[in-house]
């Protein structure tokens, strides 16, 4: 049974920091892209990133690009999100998701495209 965990949200001022990290289990957690997605009360779940399953290639949502860097460590099957000059529509649970398919070469933005879910971690910007 696959297994995501994520962790590393809490309350931050605008302008700061925080660092995600997704722990999986479950399968082989190399051989797939990793996505991270945000939902915010009352919206639908939004693209954020991607790292293909090799990690030699990202894509970011326009919100974001220039201020994320998504990365993995696949010895430690662990996805990360480091987000800096964060603002307050940065508020909502962030999720990470792994991609449905073996090796796409293709990276995924739609929710539909990842199989699994961790449960979300909160991170709310204060202004």
């Known amino acids: 049974q696959v297994q995501l965990v994520e962790s590393g949200g809490g309350l931050v001022q605008a302008g700061g920091s925080l660092r995600l990290s997704c722990a999986a289990s479950?399968?082989?957690?190399?051989?797939?892209?990793m996505g991270w997605f945000r939902q915010a009360p009352g919206k639908e779940r939004e693209f954020v990133a991607v790292?293909?399953?090799?990690?030699?290639?990202?894509y970011y949502a326009d919100s974001v690009k220039g201020r994320f860097t998504i990365s993995r460590d696949n010895a430690k099957n662990t996805v990360y999100l480091q987000m800096n000059s964060l603002k307050p529509e940065d508020t909502a649970v962030y999720y990470c998701?792994?991609?449905?398919?073996?090796?796409?070469?293709?990276?995924?933005?739609?929710?539909?495209?990842?199989?699994?879910w961790g449960q979300g971690t909160q991170v709310t910007v204060s202004s």
């Open positions: 479950g399968r082989t957690f190399r051989n797939y892209n």
């Open positions: 998701g792994g991609d449905l398919v073996y090796r796409r070469s293709r990276l995924g933005y739609t929710a539909g495209e990842y199989a699994y």
């Open positions: 790292i293909k399953w090799s990690g030699d290639s990202t």
